[in-house]
């Protein structure tokens, strides 16, 4: 069942509606939705759906695939905002997204939020600083999607910076609607995987031998063992020293060693140096 208050629009003020007519507008643009699967028109009819029962800023899809550089399958922004949320994003960044490790990963299908996904330092993390903010983005929840072996889709949708992020009753509806969203972008976009090429293996979430394992390679030339791979590709993407070593199963006083090592084989100084050389040396490759 549906919580009573819902908004049509994130800039229009919230509204009281009753169950029944809640439901009456999500059933009849559901039921518009399905009439435009497989058309250019369901994702527009997709947003639409979402919105009779969510306030939202930005609707985005990105397909996943293994190795590949994500897709973009839609987006609802201006050229100049989607040219920082969209293009930026598939330069590199996109590497040390707590939605794109999901989606490689082998978290299931489901609600995912940003703030549940990320890092314990995800917020301080040069990514974020750097990046994320420059997106105008306050929250960010998706619908993680597999509608075929080797690919994944994730339909999310944002608060900007300037509205209070989803609450507790906006992620009930979230999970409500979730099977039926789930059902229609798996039929829509089935075929997603044909769009990417050949590619050279499962990412895994791996680090190590994933894409940002093999980026971080290439950056230091070689110079690092795996093991500070392994700890910068999670430094970069927002986690502490105690954080990295309950996940590696080793102490926070050897996290810290093997960052001292990391950072003078490189000649930096700091995390700020390491995001700057991880981005350039992505610009660089393309």
Same mark, same amino acid.
Not at 126 to 154: N, Q
Not at 173 to 193: G, N
């Given at each position: 069942?549906?919580? @009573?208050? #819902?908004?049509?629009?994130? =800039?229009?003020? %919230? $509204?009281? *509606?009753? /169950?029944?007519?809640?439901?009456?507008?999500?059933?009849?643009? /559901?039921? $518009?939705?399905?009439?435009?699967?497989?058309? +250019?028109?369901?994702?527009?009819?997709?947003? #639409?759906?979402?919105?009779?029962?969510?306030?939202?800023?930005?609707?985005?899809?990105?397909?996943?695939?293994?190795?590949?550089?994500?897709?973009?399958?839609?987006?609802?922004?201006?050229?100049?905002?989607?040219?920082?949320?969209?293009?930026?994003?598939? !330069?590199?960044?996109?590497?040390?997204?707590?939605?794109?490790?999901?989606?490689?990963?082998? $978290?299931?299908?489901?609600?995912?939020?940003? &703030?549940?996904?990320?890092?314990?330092?995800?917020?301080? =993390? $040069?990514?974020?600083?750097?990046?994320?903010? *420059?997106?105008?983005?306050?929250?960010?929840?998706?619908?993680?999607?597999?509608?075929?072996?080797?690919?994944?889709?994730?339909?999310?949708?944002?608060?900007?910076?300037?509205?209070?992020?989803?609450?507790? *009753?906006?992620?009930?509806?979230?999970?409500?609607?979730?099977?039926?969203?789930?059902?229609?972008?798996?039929?829509?976009? *089935?075929?997603?995987?044909?769009?990417?090429? +050949?590619?050279?293996? +499962?990412?895994?979430?791996? @680090? &190590?031998?994933?894409?940002?394992?093999?980026?971080?390679?290439?950056?230091?030339?070689? !110079?690092?063992? !795996?093991?500070?791979?392994?700890?910068?590709?999670?430094? %970069?993407?927002?986690? =502490?020293?105690?954080?990295?070593?309950? @996940?590696? &199963?080793?102490?926070?006083? #050897?996290? &810290?060693?093997?960052?001292?090592?990391?950072?003078?084989?490189?000649?930096? =100084?700091?995390?700020?140096?390491?995001?700057? !050389?991880?981005?350039?040396?992505?610009?660089?490759?393309?």
């Amino acid at each position: 069942m549906f919580p @009573l208050e #819902t908004a049509r629009s994130v =800039s229009a003020p %919230l $509204e009281v *509606r009753s /169950t029944g007519t809640v439901l009456a507008d999500w059933n009849r643009a /559901t039921g $518009e939705a399905l009439e435009t699967l497989q058309t +250019p028109a369901f994702p527009r009819a997709l947003q #639409t759906a979402l919105k009779t029962v969510i306030a939202y800023d930005i609707s985005m899809v990105f397909a996943y695939s293994g190795r590949e550089k994500p897709i973009c399958l839609d987006h609802n922004m201006e050229a100049e905002r989607a040219a920082t949320v969209i293009e930026d994003y598939i !330069r590199g960044p996109y590497l040390l997204d707590p939605f794109y490790a999901a989606a490689v990963g082998t $978290e299931r299908p489901g609600v995912i939020r940003l &703030k549940t996904l990320a890092p314990d330092l995800f917020y301080n =993390s $040069e990514y974020f600083k750097r990046h994320y903010v *420059r997106t105008d983005i306050r929250d960010e929840v998706g619908f993680l999607v597999r509608p075929s072996p080797g690919a994944a889709l994730v339909v999310s949708v944002t608060r900007p910076i300037d509205r209070p992020a989803f609450s507790a *009753r906006d992620m009930q509806i979230f999970q409500a609607v979730e099977p039926v969203v789930r059902r229609l972008a798996e039929f829509h976009w *089935r075929d997603v995987a044909a769009r990417f090429g +050949p590619s050279p293996g +499962p990412a895994g979430g791996g @680090l &190590k031998d994933g894409p940002i394992g093999v980026a971080l390679d290439q950056m230091a030339d070689g !110079r690092l063992t !795996r093991r500070e791979i392994e700890i910068t590709a999670l430094v %970069l993407r927002g986690h =502490s020293n105690a954080s990295i070593a309950d @996940l590696l &199963k080793i102490s926070a006083g #050897t996290v &810290k060693i093997h960052r001292r090592n990391i950072y003078q084989k490189l000649d930096i =100084s700091n995390q700020a140096d390491l995001f700057s !050389r991880f981005i350039g040396h992505l610009a660089q490759i393309g």
